[in-house]
């Protein structure tokens, strides 16, 4: 009886920290997707692509803020 209860002890714990893990990795993941996918996002990617200038990526990076 006493070995049964500690291996589901065990089993509870690897689950809370493989729930802990997959946690901080959609966060991150979904922190990541809105950076990129956002209205700052699409602005660096129109001036890396050299739609804008830096002078307009400045200008509409400010009303963003």
């Known amino acids: 009886v006493n ?32 950076s990129e996918h956002g209205p700052l996002g699409l602005l660096r990617r129109k001036y890396a692509s050299g739609q804008i200038t830096k002078k307009q990526f400045e200008q509409m990076k400010k009303k963003l803020n």
Do not use: C, D, E
């Open 3 to 34: 070995g049964l209860g500690m291996a589901f002890g065990m089993t509870l714990m690897i689950l809370f920290w493989v729930l802990v893990i997959w946690a901080s990795v959609m966060l991150f993941n979904y922190i990541r997707y809105k």
